[in-house]
């Protein structure tokens, strides 16, 4: 008989780090790559392996988060199939979600009605291609509590990471610490060690217990890789798996075990670079495990003029439907749908989302630009950084970031 398994995945993320990305959407909500929503990577992820009853738990700012789910994820409810986002209800009292672990706590009414075997517990906000089903069932045979993910990282990386120590076996996690100064490296590959992914296999039962003891807990900050999986460890009761072990269809020799946590505007930004390269490190072309989502009803991107110094022109670039390139030329960047890029402009490493338009001889470099921004004619973004840097949100690394709706100045 085949094992029952309900998924939940954990989108309350406030991501602070984003902003402006975020001042008025949640993180799993920002929309990344052209055509999806960061949230698109993981249930496309759980929907290719065949996981159709899942548990979008919500919070912050999520009301476009709830209606690109509502619009997007429909599934069949004659085969009992559902992604349905839930909100903090309040249901043990007037308070929000205290924590990922305080999450689940307060939802398991809903693990309780579906009944599974085991609870699939992934983050919103990675971009990365898995197959889940060979995570449950590496977890299924192990007998486990919890199976954690874990990516392997350069040993010097430790201190940067929550880092799983693993025992002889390789399997056994003996502890789970957070950025640690004096790692071990693997019992197979010395110069290398586990970093957590943050998704999660666990047995129902396992996973109910352990909540329901640590929000008895007022010492507790009610985590689920700061609190419920160390307490799993220190019972011997938390596997590893090995994401370098998933094989996913269709996966290249390039792309193979890619993984971000797109957490600050740098990493955003350097992940949508990932894509655009002929090979690219993260490859949105792989149809045997196809990332779903809704763009809605545009037409094909156009192309026009094409004389003199007025062409319409991208290179190294993705460009989505509804996008006008009239006369300007794009490079480098990463078009959402509905932007006009008018003649003369130039773009350059640039991610521009929905609804912008760019006016004639403006340049634009090394930017991300939100929803529905006008760039004037003749404007200048990632020019002049002391500049933006007065008008603007400029990264660590110099990307100049545009929120949504911002006013430009020339």
């Known amino acids: 008989m085949a094992v ?5 995945v954990l989108a309350g993320g406030e991501g602070k780090r984003l902003m402006p990305l975020t001042a008025d959407r949640a993180k799993p909500g920002v929309p990344f790559g052209g055509i999806y929503r960061m949230i698109d990577f993981v249930l496309s992820n759980l929907a290719n392996a065949g996981y159709l009853k899942i548990v979008v738990l919500t919070q912050y700012k ?3 988060l709830d209606r690109h789910i509502s619009k997007t994820w429909r599934m069949s409810t004659l085969l009992g199939n559902y992604v349905t986002p839930v909100p903090a209800q309040q249901r043990l009292g007037p308070r929000w979600f205290a924590g990922s672990a305080d999450a689940i706590y307060q939802s398991l009414n809903l693990i309780n009605d579906e009944s599974p075997d085991y609870v699939i517990v992934f983050g919103a906000d990675h971009i990365y291609r898995m197959d889940p089903k060979q995570m449950v069932n590496d977890h299924i045979a192990s007998g486990a509590a919890v199976t954690v993910a874990g990516i392997r990282q350069p040993l010097s990386l430790a201190d940067q990471f929550g880092v799983i120590d693993v025992g002889a076996d390789g399997k056994r996690i003996r502890a789970f610490r957070e950025k640690p100064k004096d790692a ?15 998704n999660y296999v666990f047995t129902t ?6 909540v329901s003891a640590d929000a008895q807990n007022p010492d507790s900050k009610h985590d689920m890789g700061g609190n419920i999986i160390p307490m799993l460890v220190e019972r011997g009761e938390a596997n590893v798996y090995d994401f370098r072990d998933n094989d996913v269809p269709g996966a290249t020799d390039r792309d193979r075990g890619y993984w971000r946590d797109v957490g600050t505007l740098d990493s955003f930004y350097e992940a949508h670079t990932d894509l655009i390269a002929t090979l690219p490190i993260f490859n949105l072309y792989n149809h045997d495990w196809p ?47 509905n932007v006009r890029v008018n003649s003369w402009a130039h773009v350059d490493g640039a991610v521009i989302m929905e609804g912008v338009s760019v006016g004639r001889r403006a340049v634009i470099r090394n930017a991300i630009i939100d929803k529905n921004v006008v760039i004037p004619e003749g404007a200048q973004i990632g020019v002049d950084l002391d500049r933006d840097r007065k008008l603007y949100t400029v990264s660590d690394n110099g990307v100049v970031v ?3 709706g911002q006013r430009v100045e020339i």
């Open 402 to 404: 545009i929120g949504k």
């Open 205 to 210: 039962r396992a996973l109910c217990e352990a």
């Open 4 to 8: 029952k398994v309900l998924a939940i």
């Open 291 to 337: 990332i779903f989502t809704n763009y809605g009803s545009w037409p094909p991107a156009k192309f026009v003029h094409g004389y003199d110094d007025r062409q319409g022109r991208a290179i190294d670039s993705m460009i989505s439907p509804g996008v006008v390139i009239s006369g300007a030329l794009v490079e480098r960047s990463v078009i959402s749908p």
């Open 184 to 198: 071990q490296g693997l019992p197979d590959s010395p110069g290398e060690v586990y970093a957590s992914m943050g």
């Open 62 to 64: 999520s009301h476009s």
